[in-house]
């Protein structure tokens, strides 16, 4: 590992403490090193507050050294007025002469204009510094950007015999095929992402809040395809006390009320290009496909989907509703606790 690939993997150490806080901003870390020191780091925490330039440069406690020092960032410096000045503009007034580079933004206001603007102003510029790494800490950013939608993760839990549930459960008896320890690590992952999403017989049958309340940090936004407007009062994915979007057939009309919000789609089209438009529309970023079976399916078979995180519990039934197929070979497994967690990616 050479210099340059050092310090911009404590650049992307430093991001990932931004996972789930930061959107509709990517995950950005900063250092700044004169000599062999780090002497400022920082890391983007929250849209409307200082970029992870702004706070490595702060961090430094003698300004005179920056005359001297490289800044590392995993991507590029913006260079447009959003909620926060320029920061391009900042690190050419801190008169920074060196600048490491992870990768280029593909936000079009960016796009190569910070860069552009570094190197006219005399700056030493590198580009392309664990650039896999770099794309990959923000995935979500980019298949927003260049694919204008959102990053997609299918997640279920089934069991040995791969069943997903029973066929004869009960309205709001849930099954748990899984521990506590990968529940609560669903609602970790809640908290990562913008929004998540269930059919009509997943909000029925399992009534379910997805929210956090195992884990702390932000609620996504609730996605529900409802083609008829079957849900009815006193489910918890109605009930307000989060950010709720309903996807129906467009010949009927909803009025929007609180948190609850109501979307057209055309049901004799295929609807899952409009659902991804209308989702990139609302500009949400990522979202967790939770099920059911059917759902999830229709988008494997569609082939869109980004990344599919699928348990393999302990518990255990003779027969149920079967767990959706998957043509590919899991690229990563762990142990949790006796659940088996399977990691697949759609290349």
Known sequence: MNTKEFYIKRCLELARNGLGTTYPNPLVGCVI??????????WHVKAGDAHAEVRAINAVKDQSLMKKSTLYVTLEP??????????????????IPNIVIGTIDPFASVAGMGVKKLLSAGRNVSVGVCEDECEELNKRFFT????????IILKWAETKRRFIAPIDQQKNEIF??????????????????????????TAVMDNPKLNVRHWKGNNPTRIV????????????????????????QDKLNSENRGQLRFENLNYDED???????????????????????KTLQSFIDSGLWDEARVFTGQNNIKTGVKAPT???QASKTFDIKGDKLNYFYND
């Not at 927003?144 to 990053?151: A, I, S, T």
């Open 326 to 328: 998957l043509q590919k």
């Open 33 to 42: 090193v004169y000599g062999d020191k780090i002497i400022g780091e920082g």
């Open 176 to 201: 748990w095929i899984t521990n506590k320890y990968s529940q609560q690590l669903v609602h970790k992952w809640r908290s990562e992402e913008q929004s998540v999403l269930v059919g009509t017989q």
């Open 78 to 95: 913006c260079s447009h007025f959003g909620k926060t000045p320029p920061c391009s503009d900042l690190i050419i007034d801190r008169k």
């Open 271 to 293: 609807i899952l290009p409009q659902l991804l438009k209308k989702l990139y529309d609302l500009e949400l970023q990522s979202v967790i496909i939770e099920g059911g079976s």
């Open 144 to 151: 927003f950007h260049r694919k204008k939608r959102p990053y």
């Open 225 to 248: 395809i409802d083609k008829s407007l079957k849900l009815k009062k006193g489910l918890a994915v109605v009930d307000s006390s989060q950010p709720t979007v309903i996807f129906h």
